[in-house]
């Protein structure tokens, strides 16, 4: 878990379940992780690539922001939005 995690119970619990379905929609599209971390990065993200493979094995919190892009990088790549 992030250090700087600075949310109660209750949203650690609703950050947990958003990491797990990013990180599952992740894998079920198969994109590869260089290319995720591209088109996020592109789209504003700013976490760097070890970050973003950390937070989808579960073993980084990202602030919502970051989750939020991360999941659009996923549903625009596995669309066809990069192309």
Known sequence: MNAEW?????????ADEQRKDVARRFRACQIPMIKLWTYYYGLGGDADEV?????????????????????????ELSAGGDE
């Open 51 to 75: 970050s973003l493979d950390a937070y989808l094995n579960e073993a980084l919190h990202l602030p919502a922001a970051q989750v939020g892009l991360i999941a659009t990088a996923i549903r």
């Open 6 to 14: 600075t949310g109660g119970p209750d949203q650690l619990l609703e």
